[in-house]
């Protein structure tokens, strides 16, 4: 368990309308990640960051963004959520480590379903 | 660039037979390999993980994966499948920045 938690963990909400994903560690991890899980492709990178307020785009990031303003939570906005951001959403931390893999290994939280009526 | 192909979307096993997951991935460098199980309505949970130690690498729950270069690829098995090993299977990759990219997944059901 690497102390991942996410809230909400379901959400239904209107299209156009502005929603925050939050993702909170305990363990004091550097690298934290935020991918979407949808039929058929997988999980898809979004937003990472690599410390407080350093962030950087994955392959999905159009109409997303994310905040780091402390090591223990990431945030993940839709300013105006679409019916094509309907899925489900994780979060995953990578340990610092001192070998060059150690931190490509990543633990996910429990994630969020997001509905876009 | 990177990328992970899984061969299969769908693997049926009878409790108790062998189970194969077949993965190949596409690197230009010495990659991490990674996989992944999600049971349904579940996160996912770390299996097993090849960092260029040993080819044969073992992981949870029994289950083994091998890593062979000359064929790129990185098959999940396991000698014996129980019924709690129905979930859906991710092989994985990494890139030199560390981040992952997913393969599209691969269900397996287990029969009494």
């Known amino acids: 368990d690497a102390g991942i938690t996410q809230s909400p963990r379901h959400k239904v909400t209107e299209t156009g309308t502005p929603v925050t994903l939050r993702c909170h560690q305990t363990?004091?991890?550097?690298?934290m990640y935020w991918y979407r899980q949808d039929p058929g492709h997988g999980l898809r990178l979004i937003h990472y960051?690599?410390?407080?307020?350093?962030?950087d785009k994955g392959e999905v990031s159009d109409g997303y963004s994310v905040s780091r303003s402390k090591t223990e939570d990431f945030l993940l906005t839709l300013e105006s959520a679409t019916s094509s951001q309907t899925s489900v959403y994780f979060c995953?931390?990578?340990?610092?480590?001192?070998?060059?893999?150690?931190?490509?290994?990543?633990?996910f939280g429990p994630g969020t379903r997001l509905t876009v009526t | 660039a990177q990328s992970v192909t899984q061969l299969d979307s769908h693997v049926s096993v009878s409790e108790g037979t062998p189970v194969l997951l077949r993965c190949n991935y596409s690197?230009?460098?010495?990659?991490?390999l990674f996989w992944y199980v999600q049971h349904p309505n579940k996160g996912l949970q770390l299996l097993l993980k090849?960092?260029?130690?040993?080819?044969l690498v073992k992981g949870i729950n029994g289950f083994e994966a091998e890593f062979k270069k000359s064929e790129t690829s990185f098959h999940l098995t396991k000698p014996s499948a129980h019924m709690s090993d129905a979930a859906e299977y991710f092989c994985?990759?990494?890139?030199?920045?560390?981040?992952?990219?997913f393969g599209q997944g691969t269900e397996l059901s287990v029969k009494p």
């Open positions: 994985v990759v990494s890139d030199q920045g560390g981040k992952l990219i």
């Open positions: 960051s690599y410390g407080v307020k350093d962030t």
């Open positions: 995953a931390i990578s340990f610092t480590g001192t070998g060059e893999k150690d931190f490509h290994e990543q633990y």
């Open positions: 690197s230009s460098y010495s990659p991490s």
């Open positions: 363990e004091n991890h550097r690298y």
């Open positions: 090849y960092t260029s130690a040993a080819t």
